[in-house]
Every structure is written in C-alpha cells, then in structure tokens.
C-alpha cells in the first residue's frame, strides 16, 4: 500500500477545511484524554474498505507526520490509541483518516473527553512535561495542540494588587536553587528585569514571585525562571495543565491602573497564543 506523503496530507487538508454542500459527512471522533498526556481516538462511520490509520500531521512542519493503526472495536467504530511515550513535537497537529489506498480524509470532533486533564498534577519529578489537549478548529475540524517542556514551570494563583502582582506556580522536572529567580523582559532589546522566587514547602515545587508595578514600563513583559540562578536554563511560565487549549481566548483579567494617585500605567496580566504569561503594560488614556 502507497503511504500519502505529507505534502499529499496537507493538499488534502486544505480541500476539505471548507465543507460543500454535496460532500460526503465527514467522519467524526470521539476523544478521551489520560492524566499522563495519552489519547484514544474512537473514529466513527469511517466508511470504505482496506487497512484504516488515523494520520497526524503538524501543521507548520510537513515533514511531521505520525500514523497510528486503526482497529475495530464495535460495528462501525475504529479506535487509535496514542500513547504518552509516543513523542509528538511541540504545535498543532491535524487528524486526518485514511483507509486502503483512498485519499485521507479530515475528521471532524465528536464527543472529547477531557476530565482526566482537569487539575493534572504530573509528578514534579518527570523529566518532561508532555501535554496534548484536543480541539475544534475555525473550520470545525479535529485537531491536537502539542507541548514538551523540560523542565516546565507552570504558572497558577494570580494576585493584582493596586502597585504589584504575586504569580503562583510549579516547576517540574528541575529543583529551586540558591540564586532562583524571574526574569522579565519586554523584547530582545529591552531592559531585564528581575524578582525574587521564593519557595512553597507545602507544595511540591512549588514557588511564588512577586512583581512591583513601578519597575514596569509600557510593554508586554514576558516571565522567565531562572530555576538555578545565572547559570541554569530560562523556563517559560506558562499555563499548560488543564483542558484549554487556547488561553488568551479563554482566561481573562482584570486590570489596574498605576499609581492609584495619579495613574499613567495601566497592568494587565494575560496570556499569549503560546500560553505563556505576560504583563502588558499601556498608557492610561
């Protein structure tokens, strides 16, 4: 059997993002998620005759492809499995169908099953973090968001205050050093600044920093961890361990402005389309 290269997958891909009116229903699956980054895939009304794969393929990467084989379960119901030990690179993946020889088809989301992503707490021990979070596109397509961290600091509790802000979070696969810190930068060319981590025993790896407003300037300040001071790795702090794909279109704050007496600043924290944290600082109106 000839296997799509994934230029094919990707041509294919673009054909059907858009539904026409006498096209054949596209096949639906369901999704269930595992706490330990896993996911069985339940592909429904398949249709034609031959092997059956469902095929991944990573948007920004074509060359990215992982085909897993398809085996019935019940009359008119094939399932996938991906396993968490099967490495799937950082993005967003596309799920596509493909049985015998015919051309791959997108498959469209039925029932996911998210609960087991809900409050995860992986074991700040793991050497990596991997999570895949299942999704509905713009088009109504199946797709999978992708992230491995190693280590991984996982932003929690936000705290704005009138003149700072007191971020919350865990670090994984790494241990607080002497010398641990945050970095904050609003560019390449900006300015670096930085806050005191301190550590929370009652927590496993877990820390808290604190941000005072007045060394902000207007930009949007991104958050580094600094896990074993100067010499150590930067870690993103972001938000990865729940069942939101998309934080930015999700997770909303509130702002404050600065200084309460005379406010030319206003604070903001969010989230970018990376789901890392960010501070965006604006000039009050």
């Not at 069985?40 to 897993?68: I, K, M, N, Q």
């Not at 509905?136 to 961290?149: E, I, P």
């Not at 994984?172 to 300015?191: F, K």
């Not at 909303?252 to 789901?275: C, F, I, K, M, Q």
Request: proline residues 9%.
């Amino acid at each position: 059997m000839t296997q799509p290269t994934a230029d094919q997958l990707l041509e294919t891909s673009q054909r059907t993002s858009q539904p026409k009116e006498d096209a054949i229903p596209a096949p639906r699956a369901d999704c269930i998620a595992d706490s330990a980054g896993g996911l069985t895939f339940d592909v429904l009304d398949g249709g034609g005759s031959g092997r059956a794969h469902l095929v991944l393929v990573r948007r920004t990467a074509e060359e990215d492809v992982v085909r897993l084989p398809l085996t019935p379960v019940a009359q008119g119901r094939l399932r996938a499995v991906l396993p968490s030990g099967v490495e799937l690179a950082e993005g967003r993946w596309e799920t596509h169908i493909r049985v015998g020889d015919a051309e791959p088809r997108r498959l469209t989301p039925g029932i996911n099953d998210l609960r087991a992503l809900v409050d995860r707490s992986p074991d700040p021990g793991a050497a990596r973090i991997a999570v895949r979070i299942p999704y509905t596109t713009k088009h109504g397509n199946l797709s999978v968001r992708s992230w491995l961290r190693a280590p991984h600091a996982e932003a929690g509790d936000l705290t704005l205050g009138q003149d700072r802000l007191t971020v919350r979070g865990r670090l994984y696969g790494a241990a607080l050093a002497q010398g641990a810190h945050m970095e904050l930068s609003a560019g390449r060319e900006g300015p670096v600044l930085r806050a005191e981590v301190t550590a929370e025993p009652s927590v496993p790896g877990g820390f808290s920093c604190t941000v005072e407003h007045g060394t902000l300037t207007e930009g949007a300040w991104r958050f580094r961890l600094r896990p074993a001071g100067e010499e150590g790795p930067r870690v993103r702090l972001s938000r990865l361990l729940d069942d939101v794909a998309d934080k930015h279109d999700v997770f909303h704050y509130p702002g404050t402005d600065y200084p309460p007496s005379a406010p030319s600043l206003h604070v903001r924290p969010a989230y970018t389309a990376s789901n890392d944290l960010t501070l965006t600082v604006t000039p009050v109106p």
